[in-house]
């Protein structure tokens, strides 16, 4: 391991060396070169004079409505299950099969060897399949993309983040679920999965094979470039400006040091694939999301009183579009968009990681997805829009309908005007959230690049200098040039895998079917008194 990660730093130092020199230039060129692919992804379609939608936007959003009204509100009837699945309350019947299980045969004796050796495909558990999707979700987009919808939108924005939440949970569980159902298993385990398989080998299936290959080249084409974008560069960046400004390093390099550092971080970890991914969020998630929810409660708790009026301001913004140009369409987009941004719901980006679980029923990991928008944008998005809205309700340093200059600072000021000294805190946390997002985007972009180029150590390790050379770059430039790109990148994605995901709509509620009837034929068994295998291994 040592000699490749000495590979990559030596492959990576005349880059880095360039970068030095020319911060502001790299500032510069990357917004001339990105520019028209941002322009065109989010190109308004005029309705009226004054009513036009980013037509990405309303793909995104009727893909979401369309899945929660097919799979009849999946997204809250199947909320207790997802809860009792992570649990490992059917783990039973997940990694055997429930025939095998709790079928006419109680289980006994020799059947036991033969139950272990017929386990199910798949790398991880539910809980680290979650926790390496979540780790690529919450994150800055939670701290900073909330400050940039408030500070665009106002605080009716963050009604519309809630909704677009609760919205992409159905979207997760079809994509999830699709990414386990049709994932590619390697001859030593490893797995691969994601849109590039299922829009591959899922519309071949339905006849439209050819259709599938070109979707599925379009959305690995998008997801590298998402890894590098949202997955990277807004995450370095905005790491990179709550450490110099903690700090007070004022260099014109200092963002660029930092993420020379962050690089060789990232580094140490992505070498190690999947598993080792999984084993690093499966820590780092929960206490890095534990600390910041607890610093958002006590803010809240101390400002107890002013709750109320802050949920009137968001509802009153969410439909008067009240401090922003464009007004109530204004608003609903920056909401949508951010939350969007933050959950990656539709984008499809989970179901790379989640292909990777242990299980034979697709499903099951589906309902486990679905919980991914609730948590990231429903619950951690809303804490933060109201610690932001109650902490200046003064009006002292937040304006409405502004241009995008600050994202994480902004968020730092409002936390420390209630808890002095806090930013030293929510820099190691939001680290840690940078530090975690990008790991797992890592893991995204490089199956995208597999599914172009081929597995191999040659075009892995081409990959893996490029995805590091752009913490560098993302960490280097300003924010308004890293967002406009990593929205479209990540936006780009959603197009192929929404279009897909609908064509197979009819194969997921097979699946969901499937499971759910697995799991009543456990619940009847153990009714009935048959022998629980958990009890035996």
Same mark, same amino acid.
């Given at each position: 391991?040592?000699k490749k990660l000495l590979s990559l730093l030596l492959l990576a130092i005349p880059m880095l060396t360039f970068a030095q020199s020319t911060t502001d230039k790299?500032?510069? #060129?990357?917004?001339?070169?990105?520019?028209?692919? #941002?322009?065109?992804?989010?190109?308004?379609?005029?309705?009226?004079?004054?009513?036009?939608?980013?037509?990405?936007?309303?793909?995104?959003?009727?893909?979401?409505?369309?899945?929660?009204?097919?799979?009849?509100?999946?997204?809250?009837?199947?909320?207790?299950?997802?809860? %009792?699945?992570?649990?490992?309350?059917?783990?039973?019947?997940?990694?055997?099969?429930?025939?095998?299980?709790?079928?006419?045969?109680?289980?006994?004796?020799?059947?036991?060897?033969?139950?272990?050796?017929?386990?199910?495909?798949?790398?991880? *558990?539910?809980?680290?399949?979650?926790?390496?999707?979540?780790?690529?979700?919450?994150?800055?987009?939670?701290?900073?993309?909330?400050?940039?919808?408030?500070?665009?939108?106002?605080?009716?924005?963050?009604?519309?983040?809630?909704?677009?939440?609760?919205?992409?949970?159905?979207?997760?569980?079809?994509?999830?679920?699709?990414?386990?159902?049709? /994932?590619?298993?390697?001859?030593?385990?490893?797995?691969?999965?994601?849109?590039?398989?299922?829009?591959?080998?899922?519309?071949?299936?339905?006849?439209?094979?050819?259709?599938?290959?070109?979707?599925?080249?379009?959305?690995?084409?998008?997801?590298?470039?998402?890894?590098?974008?949202?997955?990277?560069?807004?995450?370095?960046? %905005?790491?990179?400006? %709550?450490?110099?400004?903690?700090?007070?390093?004022?260099?014109?390099?200092?963002?660029?040091?930092?993420?020379?550092?962050?690089?060789?971080?990232?580094?140490?970890?992505?070498?190690?694939?999947?598993?080792?991914?999984?084993?690093?969020?499966?820590?780092?998630?929960?206490?890095?999301?534990?600390?910041?929810?607890?610093?958002?409660?006590?803010?809240?708790?101390?400002?107890?009183?002013?709750?109320?009026?802050?949920?009137?301001?968001?509802?009153?913004?969410?439909?008067?579009?009240?401090?922003?140009?464009?007004?109530?369409?204004?608003?609903?987009?920056?909401?949508? /968009? /951010?939350?969007?941004?933050? @959950?990656?719901? &539709?984008?499809?980006?989970?179901?790379?990681?989640? *292909?990777?679980? /242990?299980?034979?029923?697709?499903?099951?990991? &589906?309902?486990?997805?679905?919980?991914?928008?609730?948590?990231?944008?429903?619950?951690?998005?809303?804490?933060?829009?109201?610690?932001?809205?109650?902490?200046?309700?003064?009006?002292?340093?937040?304006?409405? &309908?502004?241009?995008?200059?600050?994202?994480?600072?902004?968020?730092?000021?409002?936390?420390?005007?209630?808890?002095?000294?806090?930013?030293?805190?929510?820099?190691?946390?939001?680290?840690?959230?940078?530090?975690?997002?990008?790991?797992?985007? *890592?893991?995204?972009?490089?199956?995208?690049?597999?599914?172009?180029?081929?597995?191999?150590?040659?075009?892995?390790?081409?990959?893996?200098?490029?995805?590091?050379?752009?913490? #560098?770059?993302?960490?280097?430039?300003?924010?308004?040039?890293?967002?406009?790109?990593?929205?479209?990148?990540?936006?780009?994605?959603?197009?192929? @895998?929404?279009?897909? #995901?609908?064509?197979?709509?009819?194969?997921?509620?097979?699946?969901?079917?499937?499971?759910?009837?697995?799991?009543?034929?456990?619940?009847?068994?153990?009714?009935?008194?048959?022998?629980?295998? @958990?009890?035996?291994?």
């Amino acid at each position: 391991m040592k000699k490749k990660l000495l590979s990559l730093l030596l492959l990576a130092i005349p880059m880095l060396t360039f970068a030095q020199s020319t911060t502001d230039k790299i500032d510069t #060129v990357f917004k001339d070169y990105t520019g028209w692919f #941002v322009d065109a992804i989010f190109y308004e379609i005029p309705f009226t004079e004054t009513f036009q939608l980013p037509w990405v936007l309303i793909v995104l959003v009727g893909g979401a409505l369309y899945f929660t009204f097919y799979f009849k509100f999946i997204n809250f009837t199947g909320f207790k299950t997802a809860i %009792q699945v992570v649990r490992g309350k059917y783990e039973d019947i997940e990694k055997h099969g429930v025939d095998t299980l709790y079928g006419d045969q109680t289980p006994g004796g020799d059947v036991f060897e033969t139950i272990k050796d017929e386990s199910a495909d798949g790398e991880v *558990s539910h809980f680290q399949a979650l926790t390496a999707a979540l780790s690529a979700t919450v994150g800055l987009g939670n701290i900073a993309g909330v400050a940039v919808a408030l500070s665009i939108g106002g605080p009716g924005a963050t009604f519309w983040m809630i909704l677009a939440g609760l919205l992409g949970m159905a979207s997760k569980f079809a994509e999830c679920t699709l990414g386990v159902k049709y /994932r590619d298993v390697g001859e030593d385990g490893t797995v691969y999965g994601g849109p590039m398989y299922y829009l591959t080998k899922g519309l071949k299936e339905k006849g439209a094979g050819g259709f599938g290959k070109v979707l599925a080249v379009l959305f690995a084409i998008f997801v590298i470039g998402g890894s590098f974008g949202g997955g990277n560069m807004f995450q370095a960046n %905005q790491a990179a400006a %709550q450490f110099t400004k903690l700090f007070e390093l004022t260099g014109p390099n200092a963002g660029l040091y930092f993420g020379i550092v962050m690089a060789i971080l990232v580094a140490v970890v992505i070498i190690g694939g999947i598993k080792r991914i999984a084993s690093v969020t499966e820590k780092v998630v929960p206490f890095m999301a534990g600390i910041y929810v607890l610093a958002s409660l006590i803010i809240l708790f101390a400002n107890f009183s002013l709750i109320d009026d802050a949920f009137g301001l968001i509802f009153k913004g969410a439909f008067s579009g009240l401090g922003i140009a464009g007004g109530l369409i204004g608003v609903m987009i920056q909401g949508i /968009r /951010r939350g969007a941004f933050s @959950n990656e719901a &539709g984008v499809g980006s989970a179901a790379i990681a989640h *292909s990777a679980v /242990r299980t034979k029923y697709p499903a099951s990991e &589906g309902i486990v997805a679905l919980l991914e928008p609730f948590v990231d944008t429903v619950v951690i998005c809303t804490m933060t829009a109201l610690v932001i809205i109650i902490t200046n309700f003064d009006g002292q340093f937040m304006e409405y &309908g502004v241009e995008i200059k600050e994202g994480v600072e902004l968020t730092a000021t409002a936390f420390d005007s209630v808890i002095p000294h806090f930013s030293v805190v929510l820099t190691i946390a939001v680290i840690l959230f940078a530090f975690s997002t990008m790991i797992s985007w *890592s893991y995204y972009g490089m199956q995208g690049w597999k599914f172009l180029f081929g597995r191999g150590k040659v075009t892995d390790l081409v990959y893996k200098i490029l995805f590091l050379f752009f913490v #560098v770059v993302g960490a280097s430039i300003s924010l308004g040039a890293v967002i406009g790109f990593s929205d479209a990148m990540i936006f780009a994605m959603v197009v192929p @895998n929404i279009i897909g #995901v609908i064509m197979l709509s009819p194969v997921i509620k097979k699946e969901l079917s499937k499971y759910m009837g697995a799991i009543n034929k456990k619940e009847e068994a153990i009714e009935d008194g048959a022998v629980d295998i @958990n009890e035996h291994m």
